[in-house]
């Protein structure tokens, strides 16, 4: 594998779920994030919205219907054409498999036509990842906090592609949680954006929840009897409005309260001095907040992909492409996704 082809620009194409992101980058060691020549992204909230949820079948149908013309958006973004392209890396697991078809075959058909390597690229390591696009990019050792709406881990990094797992969800993710907890509350879809900016008009102490398996040794979550303490509440309730808001944040202290402890718990079985933070749950201002607090007190760095790289996007599948493919990794032409895959069996990226 020439690495001199990776002087030119990564296609990244993310078709995960409900959102269709697609971005440009030319690979640049020393400064990731500045290679960042074209992002575009496409959501199917609105579509999915009447449904309370993700589709999956309509979310592999708005695939087809948006993913070339956002490709062709970015080019023209970028001032390019697909003959600039050096490669193309595209998210093949986990997620919906339906979804993951969508972007792997239009990947798959991009590279072949081109004459340019593939890569199918780690759903979760591109999010591990999206901190290195911000301008301080965190080097590895560190660990990682992964939190967002399928998953919420602790992941130690001793180098790209070198993950060991220290704590899984044992059922809801906490993005799931907010969710189903936004739900229980009558509130609209998506549920966890509109949760947290209830919880903004809440009153500190109304309500108290518990911090689910703090109270024991390990780094695993569990998410779902803190949704069922807030269904129990809501029901036992006065119903107002200014209720809503106060079980709304006293359920987001809860949240934050125990991925704080269990953040300060991995950092010191590793002794790791640095925490990444990313998924869809690393945009909630409160957890950012807190998080950053902590790392004053107790002497760790945090660091943060800016909020739009923290949803799903096609930037951080293009830079976790990008270090693949030019540390000489690629795949053959069939094309493959995994809905479950294992973020420890992923090999080095050197």
């Given at each position: 594998?020439d690495?001199?082809?990776?002087?030119?620009p990564?296609?990244g194409?993310?078709t995960?779920?409900?959102?269709?992101?697609v971005?440009?980058?030319?690979w640049?060691p020393?400064?990731?994030?500045?290679g960042?020549?074209?992002?575009?992204?496409?959501s199917?909230?609105k579509l999915?919205a009447?449904?309370g949820g993700v589709?999956?079948e309509?979310a592999?149908?708005?695939?087809?219907?948006?993913?070339?013309?956002?490709?062709?958006?970015?080019l023209a973004?970028?001032?390019?054409?697909?003959?600039?392209l050096g490669?193309v890396?595209?998210?093949?697991?986990?997620?919906l498999?339906?979804?993951l078809?969508?972007g792997?075959?239009?990947?798959?058909?991009?590279?072949?036509?081109?004459?340019?390597?593939?890569?199918?690229?780690?759903?979760?390591e591109?999010h591990?990842?999206?901190?290195l696009?911000?301008?301080d990019p965190p080097?590895?050792?560190f660990?990682?906090?992964l939190v967002?709406g399928g998953?919420s881990m602790?992941?130690?990094?001793?180098?790209?592609?070198d993950?060991?797992?220290?704590?899984d969800?044992?059922?809801?993710?906490?993005g799931?949680?907010?969710?189903k907890t936004?739900?229980?509350?009558g509130?609209?879809y998506?549920g966890?954006p509109?949760?947290a900016?209830l919880?903004?008009q809440g009153?500190?102490?109304?309500?108290?929840?518990?911090?689910?398996?703090t109270?024991r040794p390990g780094?695993d979550?569990?998410?779902s009897g803190l949704?069922?303490?807030?269904?129990?509440?809501?029901?036992?309730?006065?119903?107002?409005e200014?209720?809503?808001?106060?079980?709304a944040l006293?359920?987001?202290?809860?949240?934050?309260?125990?991925?704080?402890?269990k953040?300060r718990?991995?950092l010191?079985?590793?002794?790791?001095?640095?925490?990444?933070?990313?998924?869809?749950?690393?945009?909630?201002?409160?957890l950012r907040?807190?998080?950053a607090?902590?790392?004053?007190?107790d002497g760790?760095?945090?660091?943060?992909p800016?909020l739009?790289?923290?949803t799903?996007?096609?930037a951080?599948?293009?830079?976790?492409?990008?270090i693949r493919?030019?540390a000489?990794?690629?795949?053959?032409?069939?094309?493959?996704?995994?809905?479950r895959?294992d973020l420890?069996?992923?090999?080095p990226?050197?």
């Open positions: 594998m690495n001199q082809q990776f002087s030119k990564v296609l194409i993310e995960s779920c409900d959102e269709t992101g971005a440009l980058l030319r640049e020393a400064a990731p994030g500045r960042l020549l074209a992002h575009t992204l496409y199917q909230i999915h009447d449904y589709v999956p309509l592999s149908r708005d695939h087809v219907r948006k993913l070339l013309p956002l490709v062709r958006e970015a973004e970028a001032g390019l054409t697909p003959a600039d490669g890396a595209y998210t093949a697991g986990p997620g498999v339906g979804a078809l969508v792997a075959a239009a990947a798959r058909a991009m590279a072949w036509a081109l004459g340019v390597p593939a890569i199918g690229v780690h759903h979760m591109g591990l990842l999206a901190p696009l911000e301008d080097a590895p050792p660990v990682a906090l967002s998953h602790l992941v130690e990094v001793a180098a790209i592609g993950y060991r797992i220290l704590g969800t044992l059922d809801d993710a906490a799931e949680a907010f969710d936004a739900k229980l509350l509130l609209p998506p966890g509109a949760l900016a919880a903004g009153r500190h102490g109304a309500f108290r929840f518990a911090r689910p398996m109270d780094l979550f569990s998410f949704k069922t303490q807030v269904l129990l509440a809501w029901q036992q309730s006065d119903r107002r200014q209720t809503r808001a106060d079980i006293a359920f987001e202290e809860a949240v934050v309260d125990t991925l704080l402890i953040c718990r991995a010191a079985t590793t002794g790791a001095r640095r925490l990444v933070i990313a998924g869809g749950v690393g945009a909630n201002r409160r907040e807190e998080l607090k902590a790392g004053q007190q760790f760095s945090t660091y943060f800016r739009a790289f923290c799903d996007n096609g951080m599948i293009a830079l976790a492409g990008a493919l030019a000489g990794q690629h795949q053959g032409e069939a094309v493959q996704v995994f809905p895959w420890e069996t992923l090999p990226a050197d």
